[in-house]
């Protein structure tokens, strides 16, 4: 995963170390997606605090291996990622799933587009690649029983 991670996100920086830091933090979790047992993608999700009475949950990363980009991976482990965030909202007050995304990125933006994400105004800052960093963010509808 780190690998691909590397060969994926090279555009916009090195994030080969940055991956395995994600896997040790408290709260990320990671899905990855296979094929005949080869590993086609992964898509990483974790849950933060934004205020004393809610939480966010966060897209780290979603990556598709180049030679499996174009069948709909992505969009499955996006969906995944979606379906465990309002999953998780059943029991925590997630008010929404959010992501950052480099402004050249245009297919990821159109999937997350069509998937009810929605740009959040501001500035973002740049990625080392000097990509225009942008916020995009999915609302979760909170269940009749949640807390």
């Known amino acids: 995963m780190r690998d691909l991670a590397g060969e994926v996100f090279a555009p916009f920086g090195n994030y080969r170390p940055l991956l395995p830091k994600w896997f040790r933090t408290r709260g990320v979790l990671t899905f990855v997606s296979e094929l005949g047992g080869e590993p086609t993608g992964y898509v990483m999700v974790a849950f933060f ?9 966060d897209v780290l990363a979603i990556a ?11 969009r499955m482990l ?5 379906a465990i965030s309002e999953e998780a909202a059943e ?3 997630i ?4 992501l950052s995304v480099a402004n050249t990125n245009s297919r990821a933006r159109s999937l997350f587009f069509s998937s009810g994400f929605a740009d959040v105004p501001g500035d973002f800052g740049t990625y080392e690649g000097g990509q225009k960093a942008l916020h995009m963010e999915r609302p979760i509808a909170q269940p009749a029983n949640a807390p």
């Open 49 to 57: 605090e934004e205020s004393a009475s809610q939480m966010v949950a």
């Open 64 to 74: 598709v291996a180049p030679a499996f980009q174009g069948r709909g991976i992505g």
């Open 78 to 82: 996006l969906q995944h990622a979606i």
């Open 91 to 93: 029991r925590f007050s």
């Open 95 to 98: 008010r929404a799933i959010r």
